[in-house]
Nanobody, 126 residues
Framework: QLQFVESGGGLVQPGGSLRLSCAAS????????IGWFRQAPGKEHEGVSC????????YYADSVKGRFTISRDNAKNTVYLQMNSLKPEDTAVYYC???????????????????WGQGTQVTVSS
């Protein structure tokens, strides 16, 4: 109950693309804000993007603006993160999470999220 399953990670060359999926079970995503976070070895936990549950407003970290796109398909109970123009510094474990109110990826916002997935590895390397 109340879990996420992330998928879509893998190895990609710089400049390539991946689409991550976050599928929920035990609850519906319709009215939750969904955030994507990432953490690489030796680096701080970082908010990447989020989409609100109310009006589907989207937010992006400066480091991914113009390259990543978050979206949701409520019929499939799934949120996606389309990642284009990938860079080696995008290498990390990516996690999705649900928040019961609002949506944020600013520093410290991760503590407001209620449910977390197990993560999926993204590696960008030539």
């Amino acid at each position: 109950q109340l879990q996420f399953v992330e998928s879509g990670g893998g190895l990609v060359q710089p400049g390539g693309s991946l689409r991550l999926s976050c599928a929920a079970s035990g609850f519906t995503l319709d009215y939750y804000g969904i955030g994507w976070f990432r953490q690489a070895p030796g680096k701080e936990h970082e908010g990447v993007s989020c989409i609100s549950g109310s009006d589907s407003s989207t937010y992006y970290a400066d480091s991914v603006k113009g390259r990543f796109t978050i979206s949701r398909d409520n019929a499939k109970n799934t949120v996606y993160l389309q990642m284009n123009s990938l860079k080696p510094e995008d290498t990390a474990v990516y996690y999705c999470a649900a928040i019961s109110f609002g949506c944020s990826v600013v520093v410290g916002s991760r503590y407001k999220y209620d449910y977390w997935g197990q993560g999926t590895q993204v590696t960008v390397s030539s």
